[in-house]
């Protein structure tokens, strides 16, 4: 069987988009969803394929906070900040998860494992307020519980502990 390239999964999301008024966005959602991230090859092969210039291509990709340009940890760590979270103590949450990891959000830790992001709402407002790690939904989150939850997640992974003090 023949490797599958960057162009193969390209076409598969040029062939869905290209004729459709205003797709360029979904198309970059799924060349995103495949990549977890925009890499520069694949939006220089998604404009060639689909007859758009680059230049609005990247005009798109830096509109929209969600699209990333750079690869994201291996693990997100999703902190909500919609109204009910935020009344509930998420900006507390997010300090925290911040500093347990040592960084600021939109960024990846320097080692790769996790990628700190701010949601504005996760629809889970009745468990308010709730962290999101990769796909688990972590609910009425506290401060206090969110350092350890991440600590332990970084020791399954490395088999280290990877708390900043």
């Not at 939006?43 to 830096?62: C, H, K």
């Not at 206090?144 to 991440?150: S, V």
Request: aromatic fraction near 6%; hydrophobic fraction near 35%; proline fraction near 4%.
């Amino acid at each position: 069987m023949a490797e599958k390239t960057l162009a193969d999964d390209i076409q598969i999301i040029s062939k869905r988009w290209k004729d459709k008024k205003g797709s360029l966005i979904m198309a970059l959602h799924d060349l995103q969803e495949r990549f977890g991230y925009i890499p520069r090859d694949g939006a220089l092969e998604l404009a060639r394929q689909m007859g758009v210039p680059l230049a609005r291509i990247y005009e798109v990709i830096t509109f929209y906070n969600y699209f990333k340009l750079k690869a994201p940890g291996k693990h997100i760590v999703s902190v909500c900040l919609g109204t009910a979270c935020y009344m509930k103590g998420a900006e507390k949450i997010l300090e925290k998860v911040s500093e347990t990891l040592g960084v600021e959000p939109g960024h990846t830790t320097p080692d790769g494992e996790f990628h700190l992001q701010v949601a504005r709402c996760l629809g889970c407002c009745g468990l308010a307020p709730v962290v999101t790690i990769n796909e688990e939904l972590l609910a009425k989150v506290k401060p206090e519980e969110i350092g350890e939850r991440l600590c332990k997640c970084k020791a399954e992974g490395k088999g280290e502990h990877a708390c900043h003090d």
